[in-house]
């Protein structure tokens, strides 16, 4: 079951490696469309400062076998219901008001790394 959709007067900060429901549509293209979780790449000092918009990276559960540095696989837990992929090479930066949802899970300091590992590599910075 979805968390309930915010509404603009419920603000609400993000925190980096947290996973939220965020509406990707409309699309174009390759990128990815409909409401789906995606986890935050961005700082938290702008996240917690009230910048506007967030770095994220979408979550998908169509499943690739060893696709890494592509894709790096989440558990389902807490109010993430399925098994889950991070497209490491869709990286948005989304207006805030297209996050739907309260906090649904957050990475641990270890899955963190790794996807930062990935990350970089996918932008070129390793």
């Excluded at 996240?47 to 998908?60: D, W």
Aim: glycine letters at 6%; one cysteine or more; aromatic letters at 4%.
């Amino acid at each position: 079951m979805h968390r309930p959709i915010l509404t603009p007067q419920m603000p609400m900060a993000c925190k980096r490696g947290g996973i939220y429901l965020a509406n990707f549509n409309p699309s174009k293209g390759t990128e990815p469309g409909k409401i789906r979780p995606c986890i935050v790449m961005q700082s938290n000092l702008l996240n917690e400062a009230g910048h506007p918009s967030t770095t994220v990276l979408p979550l998908t559960t169509q499943l690739i076998e060893d696709a890494a540095p592509l894709r790096y696989r989440v558990v389902a837990r807490e109010g993430l219901e399925s098994d889950s992929e991070i497209m490491l090479d869709q990286t948005r930066t989304i207006d805030n008001r297209r996050i739907t949802s309260e906090l649904l899970t957050i990475l641990t300091e270890k899955e963190i790394s790794e996807v930062e590992t990935y990350w970089r590599m996918v932008l070129g910075l390793d």
